[in-house]
């Protein structure tokens, strides 16, 4: 165990779990590699989620943060506050949300307890609809609407919460159901809900779940899911962390696949906007968000230097189509890795868009997931210099591939090689 493992261990919480059985210090990055404290690179392709939406140490951005650090660093709520103001107005803009608002926090999770704030005060009630399976935050509020047990510590959530079906195809009783038949067994079980329970305030929902293993349910069932909440009057909230921003490449929200039923009432972002820098938000339409009537202030949300962070790495991706290079390489990426797994009985299915990539492992010969294979796969590609996600749902069995948007197509073969290599070997 290194010097810097031991001290973590002794002083952090046990929970706070790292990967690899070595844990990993990384020390910078370029691009989309990065260097850890004995000199070795590696090829980042979970970086992307994380924190680093464009590329690591991007010039534009590290020259837009160490300027406004130069300048000012003051209260963001009780002055006028120009950066603010304009990131606001681009997010607003792409957002698709008529009438947009937009209120910034320093996390996804802070983003999500925002918009149960305003929904439970909008609607009058406490009730919130979740998928299984999904993950939205570490706040008492956001644990008490995540499906997902492995991240919901406690179940004394000042919240109702009632679960649906939705975002995993490949267990529980839906499972291996064509796209038609799912989404009518989904739609059925939200009308069979809402029929037998007072109206719950909104529905929250990931569009591709993300800790949970980049799964999802078919194109469309969103869209389904919002003409029934439509007539019993629940909002619909799109947890667009991990999903916005083009990830998915198809669609620069992950909502829009979801057909003409959208946009949702309220969106929420955070993770990489601001490529390091915290930024989270809410967007939701001026009636819902002016629907409190006290202030609710922020005292980091939206300070100078994250905003113009957010503004510089904002301005990049758009300038540079990274949503178009997501769906190019992305569908590369995963032809790739198709082709691989058809040759792999250890792997179930490769899944997902753009550059959100999940690979489900699977015992050999069975349905029956193999976290055991996962952490091996993991492991294996570490030590060939590429860092990769896992995640799944009671067992963390499936890979997650979400490299940093500005992914070459030659950084992606060479990934795709590691990752077959390290396939193979857990076979
Ligand atoms: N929602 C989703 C979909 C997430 O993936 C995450 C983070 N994994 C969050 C919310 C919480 O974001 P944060 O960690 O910034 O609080």
New binding site residues.
């Given amino acids: 165990m290194s010097d810097l493992y031991a001290r973590h261990r002794a002083v952090l919480p046990d929970w706070l779990a790292l990967y690899y059985e070595d844990p990993i210090e990384i020390t910078h990055g370029e691009g989309r590699h990065v260097w850890d404290a004995d000199g070795r690179r590696y090829l980042d392709f979970f970086g992307g989620?994380?924190t680093t939406m464009t590329a690591h140490a991007l010039p534009e951005v590290t020259k837009a943060v160490s300027e406004q650090a130069g300048r000012i660093i003051h209260s963001s709520t009780l002055y006028l506050n120009r950066p603010m103001v304009e990131l606001a107005e681009r997010i607003a803009q792409v957002s698709g949300i008529p009438d947009a608002r937009v209120f910034f926090t320093?996390?996804?999770?802070?983003?999500?307890d925002t918009a149960l704030l305003l929904a439970t005060a909008h609607r009058r009630s406490n009730a919130i609809l979740a998928l299984r399976n999904?993950?939205?935050?570490?706040?008492f509020s956001?644990v008490g609407i995540t499906g997902n047990r492995g991240w919901s510590p406690t179940s004394l959530s000042p919240l109702q919460t009632l679960y649906v079906h939705g975002g995993v195809r490949t267990r529980g009783p839906f499972a291996d159901l064509d796209d038609d038949a799912f989404v009518a067994a989904c739609t059925d079980d939200l009308r069979d809900l809402l029929g037998h329970t007072r109206p719950p305030a909104a529905l929250i929902a990931?569009p591709v779940?993300?800790?949970g293993g980049f799964t999802s349910g078919p194109d469309g069932l969103l869209g389904a899911f919002r003409e029934i909440l439509r007539e019993h009057g629940v909002l619909w909230i799109s947890?667009?962390?991990?999903?916005g921003w083009g990830r998915t490449g198809d669609h620069f929200w992950g909502w829009q696949a979801h057909g003409q039923n959208g946009p949702p009432d309220m969106l929420?972002f955070?993770?990489g906007v601001g490529n390091g820098m915290?930024i989270?938000g809410v967007v939701a339409r001026a009636e819902i968000m002016n629907c409190l009537d006290a202030n609710s202030i922020s005292t980091f949300g939206g300070t100078q230097l994250t905003m113009a962070a957010g503004l510089a790495n904002l301005a990049y991706l758009l300038e540079h189509d990274l949503q178009g290079n997501a769906r190019r390489v992305g569908g590369l990426l995963i032809e790739r890795l198709r082709a691989v797994a058809a040759q792999l009985p250890g792997v179930r299915e490769v899944r997902g868009r753009g550059l959100m990539i999940g690979v489900e492992m699977a015992v050999p010969g069975t349905d029956r997931a193999d976290p055991r294979a996962a952490a091996a796969v993991l492991e294996a590609a570490r030590a060939d210099g590429l860092l990769i996600g896992k995640g799944g749902g009671h067992d963390t069995s499936a890979l997650r591939i979400a490299p940093p948007l500005s992914l070459t197509v030659a950084e992606a073969e060479e990934g795709a090689a590691i990752l077959e290599r390290a396939l193979r070997s857990a076979q």
């Fill in positions: 989620i994380l320093t996390s996804g999770t802070e983003a999500n999904s993950y939205h935050g570490r706040s956001t990931e779940q993300g800790v947890d667009e962390v991990q999903t929420t955070a993770k915290s989270g």
